[in-house]
């Protein structure tokens, strides 16, 4: 209530100030010469300090005066455009690309590279480059991809649910700033998994609902393609439990670029305006040492939250161990008895102090999981990210992490999916998939290379997995070689012990696979069972649901990126064939900007290629 009369208040002095001074809103929309819409573009009125940047749809809303006569439209690696003000109160824009601004963008931050060259850039990547080190000092993990199983000897896949999405939006921000990403930071089941798809909601008594769907292989005919998929309960924000947060807040030298603390800031003071009387934040923060700012606070009280944070400054080395240790203990202090205890941490992962090497911070934070709080990583920043630590401390302290590259996916990430960040519903879930060796000969499971299990960690309680939040899909696809294929696939000597069985007397003639979840409740120590039986049914690629096309035009750009040697007949030209075909509905324009990703990778090439 009190929103909605802030709201109306602002919007009744805004239309006193309007019929004042003779300013007027002006709207409108930004494509890219294939009608996609640009995200992050620039308008600004010429000449004034006026301006903003388009939404995910490529809309914005300007407030022009009778003095402002011209709007400046710009975004990288195309051509600036100025348009005449006149008595227009509606502005769309086509925007497109120039080769040569493409080229000095690439030039000033191409991977390592060390020229300052910033006076070239285009007006939208000038706040990239300030952030960027003259050493180019990201850390990621090395990502072997998986290769074929035999399904004779090995029938069971197994591994841990993954809904992390931050590959995705770090790739964009590389892509966005004209350089391509290095393949480790390219993990493809986190591209996958940023989409939403239209799985069917969960009924009866498990949290989630498993999907599976079989059509053939758009990079390799002679394959099939599986997607597996899970969509989560979806509570109502309104109906969430309590909510105990530490706001772990890195406010190191490192951390003083545009892109990192001050977007910080702002992203933060989304997610204040999301919390309610019931919800309660502590903030602590850390640079040389760590220390708490702000003691327990209720989520009303809004103003006393975001001053804390408003002041504060970056500078110093960075004792991230200390920081950590300090937002358990705060946390397990005021621990909520069937709440959402959660800690998020923002940071770029540069620890220089203290625990600070990978094996340090797996340590620590698989020593503070069983108290039963979760970990929500938030990555910033550019030059120096260390995303390798930050994926180990959300995936061993049970919790996500995304990285945020822009305000917009602070929002999507901490208001729009504010529930499945926040609010966890299962943990410890795990997939395993028995293939029938009637019908397969081998498969290969697409990404998830750092989440694999033994099979016996599947009936292990004691074994760590992913966790679930309230609204989350996950998906994970598998490339399959049917039975009696003439390719030559991975095998060992044939087991003289094994005793073999005819799937035709058991009954499962029809069926490629099952698939088994377990899962736990989040205060739960006891996993539960779910399983479901896949039939021997294959579409053609063109007839598989939205679902299944989107999600191979996703894996066909990872695997362009990662250089692939599983890329087969991908192409950049098929990948966005196949994403535009299931494009859908897109409210959010998600599915569109990566169509726009890919068109501006293969801009990127073809220009890299001409030199």
Known sequence: MKNSLRIFTIMILAAIMISFTGSRIITGKVLDEQGIPIAGASVSVKGAATGTITDLKGNFQILVSPEDKVLVFSFIGYATIEQKIGDRSIINITMKQEVMKLQEVMIVTGYGNKMDMASKVAPMAVGAVRGWRDFNTEGYASVNENGYKNVKNNPLSTFSIDVDNASYSNIRRFINSGQLPPADAVRIEEMINYFKYDYPEPRGE?????????A???WNQKHHLLQVGLRGKNIDKSSLPPSNMVFLLDVSGSMSSPDKL????????????ELRAEDHVAIVVYAGAAGLVLESTPGNKKE???????????????????????AYREAEKNFVKGGNNRIILATDGDFNVGESSNGGMERLVEEQRELGIFITVLGFGMGNIKDDKMEIIADKGNGNYSYIDNLQEARRVLVREFGGTLFTIAKDVKFQLEFNPAKVDSYRLIGYENRLLNDEDFNDDTKDAGEMGSGHMVTALYEIVTAGSDERIPSVDTLKYQASRSMQEEGYSDEVLTIKVRYKKPD???????????KDYCKEIEDASENLRFAAAVVEFGMILRESEF?????????AKLATSARGEDEEGYRAEMIRLISTVKDMRLLSDSE
């Open 567 to 575: 890329k087969g007949t991908s192409s950049l030209e098929s990948a």
């Open 206 to 214: 498990h949290p989630f609902s498993v999907s599976a769907e079989l």
């Open 524 to 534: 739960g120590k006891t996993s539960m069972l779910l399983d479901k039986p896949v």
């Open 262 to 273: 001050p977007l910080l800031k702002s992203a933060f003071g989304l997610l204040v305006n």
């Open 216 to 218: 053939i292989c758009p």
């Open 304 to 326: 006393v939250i975001m001053r804390a944070i408003d002041n504060l400054e970056a500078g110093g080395t960075t004792a991230g161990g200390a920081g950590l240790r300090l």
